[in-house]
């Protein structure tokens, strides 16, 4: 073409910006095919004179674009670059020209073919017939309920597959089940807990902008807190005191039985087993103390009960303790109350060998408790592939987890192992006065069985007397014992539809583990 008045043109920076920017803002295909041929002129080729002449090529393009009122024609690259397309456009346009010159119209694009609503709504349905187990967390915050551990979506939509085999009824993509899964509801499969720190999240998404200095304060005294913590849980690891017992404790993530490979169990309620284990700093053994739902719960009194179990079996191993250093998280409902206070101070009264119990914490959010994650690593890898059929057969495999080459004692807990300590601490103690949600650690002495010393600050030397028990003295001058508390009532118990449920499994059992599931399911279930 002819290109005297190329260089006219202002820079591509100014110019080409303007012809782009009117180009892509045509919002329909066919709007911008006749913007294109408004810049572009069919002319009749040049052939050659020559009788040979084979070519496929019947006419030519000249591109123009206009500045002011001028148009200017330009080479076909120039044009390209100036509205940003590609040679594969123009070519799609020349393909489309009929023969006046006109782009054929483009048949509407017809959309895939629509999923059914009925199809999507038998997909949330079949979600939702999964029972939600309980989780290891005792947060209220938290609105995500968990599907039992053998589970996977993949898992899931392979039996929705035979669901709808069974019914003769289509089954929609994986990835639209998936999608449903994954943007409709808030569920994740119970595994070992590795749970993220709440204030920690919160405070790496939130802008800069938005964080105050006393935003920052805070943030810095919870950072050196789980520092403070880790710290000094390395220096109590290191403590070679044959004198001193360090014990972490806390409990595993709850096991949903009969877990059987029978597909029917995955739509069933189960019961619920749970499991507090306890790790010897010194010499890594593990405990563990097993209970089901129908013993009892997960209240401060049902964890108080089956730690001081776990003690009474610890102490006896180690006859030369004189002190013992707890370690554990910081919920309060289960580890950080009068509860379980008023229990180490009875279990301190009762056992005369022992000078001191110090229960510490660690940071909210962040565990330093690794010896028993490990512990419950090691117990998820071990149990993974295996059917439980009951708690019988949980204690049985448990009893083959080998943590560091020793063997777990495992216990299981009856009713009458579990006391109810809340109700002697609000009728003997003032622990109101304590402040619980912020202690870091709390020191019990034999040597004054009514008051508690505790640390808010760990990088504190000295500790902050708290007198929680009034002192009682009989008449003839000697103080009273520590009120000794009563078992808990009986516990609630299974639901008719729970109940249901692990009757129509019961029949895949045998042996001691249907004997126990039937005895369960005997005793201990609701009548309305």
Request: aromatic content about 8%; charged content about 25%.
């Amino acid at each position: 073409g002819d290109h005297r008045d190329l260089h006219s043109f202002p820079t591509r920076r100014s110019s080409d910006l303007v012809i782009m920017k009117e180009y892509y803002m045509i919002q329909s295909n066919a709007a911008k095919d006749q913007h294109l041929l408004r810049h572009i002129e069919v002319c009749d080729i040049n052939k050659r004179e020559r009788k040979d002449f084979k070519g496929k090529k019947k006419c030519s393009w000249k591109y123009y674009l206009f500045k002011g009122t001028q148009k200017v024609q330009v080479c076909r690259e120039f044009f390209l670059c100036s509205l940003s397309i590609s040679h594969s456009r123009l070519e799609t346009l020349r393909k489309s020209l009929n023969e006046q010159g006109n782009p054929t119209p483009t048949p509407s694009h017809q959309p895939a073919t629509t999923i059914p609503d009925t199809m999507i709504d038998v997909v949330r349905e079949h979600i939702k017939s999964f029972p939600c187990v309980e989780s290891h967390y005792c947060r209220s915050t938290t609105k995500r309920k968990y599907l039992d551990r053998s589970l996977s979506v993949p898992k899931m939509y392979s039996l929705y597959q035979e669901q709808m085999a069974g019914r003769m009824l289509p089954t929609v993509k994986f990835w639209k089940y998936n999608q449903i899964f994954t943007t409709e509801f808030n569920l994740g499969f119970h595994k070992p807990k590795s749970d993220l720190c709440d204030r920690c999240t919160e405070w790496e998404v939130t802008p800069d902008a938005s964080k105050t200095d006393e935003s920052r304060a805070d943030h810095k005294r919870h950072t050196d807190g789980k520092k403070d913590a880790e710290n000094l849980r390395k220096e109590d690891k290191a403590n070679n005191d044959p004198g001193t017992l360090v014990v972490s404790f806390d409990l595993e993530n709850v096991f949903a039985l009969p877990r059987t490979p029978v597909s029917s169990a995955f739509y069933k309620s189960k019961l619920n087993c749970y499991n507090l284990t306890a790790v010897v700093g010194r010499t890594k053994e593990a405990f563990s103390a097993v209970w089901v739902e129908t013993t009892s719960g997960r209240s401060g009194n049902d964890l108080a009960s089956a730690l001081i179990h776990l003690l009474d079996t610890i102490i006896p191993k180690y006859p030369d303790t004189k002190n013992i250093i707890l370690w554990s998280d910081s919920c309060v409902a289960q580890n950080k109350n009068q509860i379980m206070s008023y229990a180490i101070q009875l279990y301190l009264e009762t056992n005369t060998q022992l000078n001191t119990i110090i229960h510490r914490y660690c940071e909210p959010g962040h565990s330093n408790i690794q010896d028993v994650d490990n512990l419950h690593s090691n117990i998820e890898r071990s149990l993974r592939h295996k059917e439980i059929h009951s708690p019988v057969s949980l204690v049985r495999l448990l009893k083959q987890v080998r943590p560091s080459g020793k063997d777990m004692y495992v216990s299981m807990l009856r009713p009458a192992d579990f006391l109810d300590y809340k109700s002697v601490a609000l009728a003997n103690g003032t622990y109101d006065k304590v402040g619980f949600a912020s202690v870091k650690e709390i020191h019990y002495s034999s040597s004054n069985m009514r008051e508690i010393a505790v640390k808010k600050d760990r990088a504190a030397t000295a500790t902050t007397k708290v007198s929680v028990l009034a002192r009682k003295v009989t008449r003839g001058g000697q103080i009273k014992p520590l009120a000794k508390p009563k078992p808990l009532p009986p516990c609630k118990q299974l639901t008719k539809k729970k109940a249901d449920d692990i009757r129509s499994l019961v029949r895949f059992l045998t042996g001691d583990d249907k004997i126990f599931m039937e005895n369960i399911l005997a005793n201990n279930v609701a009548t309305s």
